[in-house]
């Protein structure tokens, strides 16, 4: 379970290891995600959440060779408009319970304190 999903490349995202090696994923500003001149699409904000989210769990479940997950739902809270910019996104893991795993993920562009978008996954992880 590593490496970013083939949706990751339609959207461009890079991995970006944090400094204690947590994944953080950059989105570059292009033709593919624009929504309004100027502005990123709520689709390729949402979606880099969900890959940023979904790197978080694989990140925390990556001694588990086995383990494989599927989303059960997935809620994005928009907070301002994604300008013309590159933007980051990381997921944190808030619960990881036997069958279900909860997920929080921010996306920025300038300074993590101030995100432009949120999103709280759940997942079904599935252990053989």
């Known amino acids: 379970m590593s490496g970013l999903p083939?949706?990751?490349?339609?959207?461009?995202?890079?991995?970006?290891?944090?400094?204690e090696g947590a994944p953080v994923l950059l989105m570059p500003f292009g033709d593919p995600v624009v929504g309004r001149p100027g502005f990123l699409h709520?689709?390729?904000?949402?979606?880099?959440?969900?890959?940023?989210?979904?790197?978080?769990?694989?990140?925390?479940?990556?001694?588990?060779?086995?383990?494989?997950?599927?989303?059960?739902?997935?809620?994005?809270?928009?907070?301002?408009?994604?300008?013309?910019?590159?933007t980051r996104a990381r997921g944190t893991v808030t619960r990881l319970g036997t069958r279900v795993a909860n997920v929080e993920a921010s996306a920025w562009?300038?300074?993590?304190?101030q995100?432009?978008?949120g999103a709280r996954m759940n997942y079904l992880v599935l252990r053989s």
């Open 6 to 19: 083939p949706y990751a490349d339609l959207l461009g995202l890079t991995l970006e290891p944090d400094a």
């Open 42 to 86: 709520g689709g390729a904000i949402s979606g880099l959440l969900e890959m940023a989210a979904y790197m978080a769990l694989v990140h925390e479940l990556a001694g588990e060779a086995d383990a494989g997950v599927k989303p059960i739902n997935v809620t994005v809270d928009f907070m301002r408009g994604g300008r013309d910019k590159p």
């Open 115 to 117: 995100p432009i978008a």
């Open 109 to 113: 562009q300038d300074d993590p304190a």
